[in-house]
């Protein structure tokens, strides 16, 4: 009866520790596959030349050799999902008036605006998955969409774990918990976050994959520690190695850019390419 008795005990605590490990850490999707330690987001793809969020900006970005290509996604009037950064076609087209106030057959007549002077169209969420599938990842600026709609297109292209996708409003977060939950999320962190408790206790409430910010800087191991990979924006007309240094010393795990091209040679050449990589897979 007392080695029952001890075999109770341990088995007891034996399941009493696996409990506080599985409560004692987040539960995370894995971000997608990148072969490189420092990752490059092509924002709005290579677009200096192409036109942003076209598919030619993004086969540069995939012969650049980039690990995202950073696109916008936003809905017709008639429900199909297309890639466009403004509310409005007027800055990137010859057209006029809001995205979701005008037919899919009115958009496929708009030419993009190009500095090489070729016709190019506004690009569908399903080409775009097409031309990415098993060559560069998607990270999503989920700006106007519906939620399920997006992602049934992402499954039926085969692109579910290749897709980051980065979430601009609470409702949007609740959706994508809701219908996939498994799909890894990334969203700014709020500036108010000043400690450890705090951090842990807002990705308590809201869990994250990745995030775009660091509201304080001392806390760059504690956002490592709770699973956040750091992907920081850098994108500008005066992008230099400067500016890209500035932001790797931080210990993040990657750039959005929108000079790809300069990026990576940069890292090529300071042996940066393919080091450590700190993200999780």
Request: hydrophobic share 40%; proline share 4%.
């Amino acid at each position: 009866m007392m080695l029952m008795n001890r075999k109770a005990n341990l088995l007891t605590l034996i399941l009493t520790g696996l409990i506080f490990t599985a409560f004692g850490q987040r539960t995370m999707p894995p971000l997608p596959r990148c072969k490189n330690g420092f990752i490059v987001i092509a924002h709005r793809g290579s677009h200096l030349v192409k036109p942003e969020n076209s598919i030619a900006a993004i086969e540069e970005a995939i012969e650049l050799g980039a690990d995202y290509v950073e696109l916008d996604l936003r809905t017709t009037r008639d429900g199909h999902l297309v890639l466009i950064h403004n509310e409005t076609v007027d800055h990137t087209t010859n057209g006029k008036g809001r995205i979701q106030d005008l037919n899919l057959d009115e958009v496929e007549k708009l030419s993009l605006n190009a500095k090489d002077g070729k016709l190019y169209q506004l690009t569908s969420f399903k080409e775009a998955l097409k031309t990415c599938k098993n060559r560069i990842n998607i990270y999503l600026d989920f700006k106007a969409a519906d939620v399920l709609q997006a992602y049934k297109e992402i499954v039926a292209a085969g692109m579910e774990k290749q897709v980051l996708v980065y979430i601009n409003k609470i409702e949007q977060y609740k959706s994508w918990k809701a219908v996939a939950p498994q799909m890894p999320l990334m969203s700014g962190l709020p500036k108010s976050i000043k400690t450890k408790a705090e951090l842990r206790s807002f990705l308590k409430e809201m869990p994250l994959e990745a995030t775009d910010n660091i509201p304080n800087e001392t806390l760059i191991d504690a956002m490592r520690e709770n699973g956040l990979s750091v992907f920081l924006d850098v994108q500008m007309a005066d992008e230099d190695p400067i500016k890209w240094k500035a932001a790797m010393d931080k210990g993040i795990h990657g750039v959005q850019t929108d000079h790809p091209a300069a990026l990576i040679k940069y890292l090529q050449i300071n042996n940066l390419r393919n080091g450590i990589n700190l993200s999780r897979h």
